[in-house]
């Protein structure tokens, strides 16, 4: 079903949708970066690789997008732990693990441990290809896990290691690996994402434009329009998301055809419990009258229908 602000604009579907489907994923530079050097890692059996970043850069998006390709480009057999602050030892990280690849864990710690190396080495004899494991929020991590993880990547053969982890935290990750420097020595790529550029910001808005079915994607946003949603984000990608988001839906609902900077900062007090926004309009201001608020009529139109539901015996 296709929202209302989305058809406004010609669109087939929303474009600032927030699940992690590969298909919305823009990549800036930097990640593209990433992604090359970890797949160098993984094919010369490096053993670990580190991603960081802070609050919503996208690392999560990054994961399921590289799962994605490399088992369908390569059939390198990935997997993820995601819910990382449930893992509260060793035994809890090796049961995870093995549910992660789908294999029914022993009830010990020590077994575990033979099960893990066993199907390792069975996946080597049979295909040789690489087996991945992407730790998401790694930050959140019990520190009685480092070692294992340790212990994990010393899982080897004569000539390779024989399980491929991809480490994807906050910034504040390097503070618990300072305390495991046998572990961080082991880190073979290292990747730190900063914020986008305000070039890499347009290119994300301009993309999900295009795959969201826009057939002239430059059409719908004024370039005034961007740069405020940069300003206001900072670069960061969720943020530039979110408040486009909500840009886009104050131009519906005042019936305009094209986003323009008041849309934009409209949007951003309607997020103002959000206290990272802090919006500064300057003279732009005066463009929030409230002539500008005239309701879209479809929009008036479904609210209409929305009580007559409601209101019906």
Request: one cysteine or more; proline letters at 4%; a neutral charge.
């Amino acid at each position: 079903m296709v929202t209302e602000y989305a058809a406004h604009f010609g669109l087939k579907e929303a474009p600032f949708r927030r699940n992690q489907h590969p298909k919305w994923l823009y990549l800036s530079g930097q990640q593209k970066e990433a992604i090359i050097k970890t797949r160098w890692m993984v094919e010369e059996c490096g053993g670990l690789a580190l991603w960081r970043a802070d609050v919503g850069h996208g690392k999560s998006s990054l994961i399921e997008y590289v799962m994605t390709a490399w088992r369908k480009q390569f059939g390198w057999n990935c997997a993820k732990l995601q819910n990382t602050g449930t893992i509260s030892g060793p035994h809890t990280l090796l049961k995870e693990v093995l549910a992660a690849f789908g294999i029914e864990s022993a009830n010990t710690t020590r077994k575990m441990v033979v099960q893990l190396e066993t199907w390792l080495l069975e996946q080597q004899l049979e295909s040789e290809k690489p087996v991945v494991l992407f730790i998401d929020e790694a930050q959140s991590l019990n520190s009685r896990v480092f070692p294992v993880i340790r212990d994990l990547i010393n899982l080897q053969t004569r000539d390779r290691i024989l399980l491929q982890i991809v480490l994807a935290g906050q910034l504040t990750v390097d503070r618990k690996l300072k305390n495991f420097p046998a572990l961080r020595s082991r880190i073979a790529s290292a990747t730190t994402f900063q914020p986008f550029t305000h070039e890499e910001c347009d290119g994300m808005l301009l993309y999900r434009f295009e795959r969201a079915g826009a057939h002239d994607p430059f059409r719908i946003m004024t370039g005034r329009a961007n740069r405020a949603i940069y300003d206001a984000s900072q670069g960061v990608p969720r943020d530039i998301i979110t408040i486009a988001d909500a840009a886009m839906k104050e131009a519906f609902l005042r019936n305009a055809r094209v986003i323009d900077v008041e849309h934009v900062h409209q949007g951003v007090l309607s997020l103002e419990g959000r206290s990272d926004y802090v919006p500064d309009f300057g003279e732009d201001v005066a463009a929030l009258t409230p002539a500008a608020s005239a309701m879209n009529r479809a929009a008036l139109d479904t609210l209409r229908q929305m009580r007559d539901f409601a209101c019906a015996g």
